[in-house]
């Protein structure tokens, strides 16, 4: 459906920038989750952009002194790409 294409993601990801500029960081939460789940479901947790908009998330939280959610988000980010470059932290 048309809501949950790509497209709308990169555009979240617009409004995102653009309400960040203005320091409407509540609004650029909303917009980046959305982008978020949107890639994610779409592009599967592995595409690109996926950790480019939890990148521009951690942003977000940073900006705001949110420094638990922005700590969070960056080790997540870390863990998918070594999962992906060497497979899981937990297996030996």
Request: charge should be positive.
């Amino acid at each position: 459906s048309g809501k949950y294409h790509p497209d709308v993601a990169k555009q979240l990801n617009n409004l995102a920038l653009l309400c960040q500029n203005q320091g409407k960081y509540q609004e650029v939460e909303y917009y980046y989750r959305r982008a978020l789940e949107i890639y994610e479901s779409k592009l599967g947790a592995d595409d690109p952009n996926v950790a480019k908009t939890m990148n521009n998330l951690a942003t977000c939280y940073l900006k705001q002194g949110k420094f638990k959610d922005a700590e969070a988000l960056y080790k997540e980010i870390l863990t998918r790409a070594h999962e992906k470059e060497f497979g899981s932290v937990n297996s030996t």
